[in-house]
């Protein structure tokens, strides 16, 4: 995929936009407990048809709360924060798209690369018996795609903005 495209326009067409909120970043990074806030409403909003609704707003609430957390962490004030659910089947797609700095924007590529790396298992399954201090920051994204299955992307959309995408294979869980 080249850095600026999007996602094909047959995946786009395949899934269905279920809810979407758009924060200045400012107002977003301004909490930290916006990310706990945002996952929980979210997650409630998008289980009510799942078979195991209860188990699908935990799982899938912690997955967006890790998500939410990554991006506050670029503690950029200035542009735009907007979080969208779209659904396809059994999968969820979380599209954060968000300003930050290109030292940020240079973080998520390093991030996403070593989510796709032949490594990430290797190195999530060594990350949980180190020291819980010393973990990188990209680990998160690394233990959604380990735990959850989950296939990430990142599309830059401007000089300073980004949409980190993960697809959360949750739908079919039934225990």
Not at 30 to 46: E, G
Not at 89 to 96: A, K, P, T
Not at 97 to 115: G, I, L, W
Not at 119 to 128: G, P, V, W
Request: aromatic share 8%; proline share 2%.
């Amino acid at each position: 995929m080249a850095p600026n495209a999007t996602h094909s326009s047959t995946l786009d067409r395949d899934f269905h936009i279920m809810v979407q909120i758009d924060m200045e970043m400012g107002a977003f990074n301004s909490n930290w407990t916006h990310c706990d806030y945002i996952a929980t409403f979210l997650a409630r909003m998008i289980s009510h048809n799942r078979p195991d609704s209860v188990l699908f707003t935990n799982l899938f609430s912690s997955a967006l709360n890790e998500l939410l957390e990554i991006t506050f962490r670029s503690r950029h004030v200035g542009g735009s924060f907007v979080c969208k659910i779209s659904r396809q089947g059994d999968i969820e797609r979380v599209e954060l798209t968000f300003t930050c700095s290109e030292d940020e924007r240079d973080f998520f590529k390093q991030a996403v690369a070593r989510v796709r790396s032949s490594r990430a298992e290797t190195d999530y399954m060594n990350s949980l018996s180190s020291d819980a201090t010393n973990l990188s920051r990209d680990m998160l994204l690394v233990e959604l795609a380990v735990s959850y299955s989950a296939a990430v992307t990142l599309t830059t959309v401007g000089d300073d903005t980004i949409t980190l995408s993960v697809d959360l294979p949750l739908g079919g869980l039934t225990h």
